[in-house]
């Protein structure tokens, strides 16, 4: 597997994060969108894709949260791909990438329904939060953040 560094111009971040909207439309239902309008890729710097074979398998990206924060969006893997550790190494790239911008930690929000993000999530050290922002008193919303 490789990892690539790029921005949200590189044409397999943007094929796999119109995978992703379709996976989150049919498990959010007639909450997509209320989601979507928070997921705009046209302004992401940092993003990073995972190749297994020379074909992008998934996706994660940062974006400025606060001076001292990143959040995490758009991760996805292919379903076919989840369970090798794919997202995880994602995960922590994105996490040494943050660190060398100058961050001390990453947020970010995932669905209840989302029980593979949940779980990744947590394996990797995230602590559940109180909801920020546009995700204040969202039920199905929860909120993580992890010191790097």
């Known amino acids: 597997m490789k990892l690539i560094r ?4 590189n044409t ?3 094929n796999l994060v119109s995978h992703l909207d379709a996976d989150l439309a049919e498990k959010d239902g007639d909450d997509h969108a ?3 309008q928070f997921n705009s890729i046209d302004t992401i710097k940092y993003a990073v894709v995972a190749y297994r074979n020379d074909q992008p398998v998934g996706c994660g990206a940062i974006k400025e949260f606060s001076k001292e924060a990143v959040e995490v969006k758009r991760m996805f893997v292919f379903p076919e791909h989840r369970g ?3 997202a995880s190494k994602i ?3 994105l ?4 660190r060398m911008l100058g961050y001390t930690s990453c ?10 993000a949940l779980a990744l999530y947590e394996r990797r050290g995230y602590k559940r939060i109180p909801n920020y922002g546009q995700y ?3 039920e199905n919303s929860v909120c993580f953040e992890k010191r790097v």
């Open 34 to 36: 209320f989601y979507h």
């Open 12 to 14: 397999d971040f943007i």
């Open 107 to 116: 947020v970010l929000e995932t669905g209840l329904k989302q029980v593979e």
């Open 95 to 98: 996490e040494e990438w943050a």
């Open 6 to 9: 790029t921005d949200s111009k």
């Open 136 to 138: 204040v008193g969202v």
């Open 84 to 86: 090798s550790g794919i």
């Open 91 to 93: 995960l922590a790239e």
